[in-house]
């Protein structure tokens, strides 16, 4: 039996990206009511309405599949051994950008078919970008192929990562391991969406990308892009799972994976082993 090309599933991701990105641009500047779900964790009302538009259009296109979405998200739900088909959606991913007024913000919706992620899509509403990808088939912005870059030296490197900014127990570790980063390469970035991180890293214009205390939802889209780009995503550690509920990953161009799982190894090891304490 021939593997399954999600063609019908792509439609309805870029549909329901499209839709949902139409309405948050509108809201630009005028977020509506913020709730802090934890410190320095916002969402706002766009946020939840973005999420019902994702919803509604993903569940006509697709009744059967279930959906992990940020908001309103269980623990329960965020467990890589769930098994069974689903969505997981970020609605806003850079939502205090958003409410800041601030570039990128994205909409990033991912399928995992109970096994693995097969699907991803990231819309990038400031700048109108549709990053898309399905397992097998390669990655396109706004319809066209693009890449990973050729950078094979960290001397010449572009890289982006997330700042500590609500959990802090490895702050210490992530501080001496970006230390390690302004010493080796051209520069680093910290754009604030970690689905544009892995978005722009799958199309060559950052050449890695590093964080830990990330969400599924965060990164289920981006990492389908930066395999389909022809990059590569492990964890911190360099481990081919535990990305997506593991709450840490490295993504790279490929040739500047071993050079940079090297620096970012100790926060992987600090990460896991620490405490859910603030400092
Ligand atoms: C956040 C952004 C940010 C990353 C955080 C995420 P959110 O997503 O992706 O860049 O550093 O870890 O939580 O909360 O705005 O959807």
Known sequence: MPAPDYQHELDAAIAAARKAGAFVRTRIGRAGAIQEKGLHDLVTETD???????????????????????????????????????????PIDGTTNFT?????????????????????????????????????????????????????????????????????WYAETYLAVLHQFMLATRGIRRPGSAAADLAYVACGRFDGYFEAGIAPWDVAAGIVLVREGGGRVTTLGGAKRGMLFGGQILATNGHLHQAMRALTEPLGTAYTSGTDTLA
């Open 48 to 90: 939840e309405a973005s999420q019902r538009l994702i919803l509604d259009v993903l569940a006509e296109a697709c009744p059967d599949i279930e959906a992990l979405a940020e908001e309103g998200a269980s623990e329960a739900e965020q467990r890589d051994d769930y098994g069974r088909p689903r969505w997981i959606i970020d």
């Open 100 to 168: 800041h007024g601030v570039a990128p913000f994205c909409i990033s919706i991912a399928l995992h078919d109970g096994e693995d992620l097969v699907l991803g899509v990231v819309y990038e509403v400031t700048a109108d970008e549709l990053f898309a990808a399905v397992r097998g088939r390669g990655l396109t912005l706004n319809g066209e192929p693009v890449g990973v870059s050729s950078t094979e030296d960290l001397e010449y490197s572009l890289i982006t990562t997330g700042f500590p900014f609500r959990l802090f």
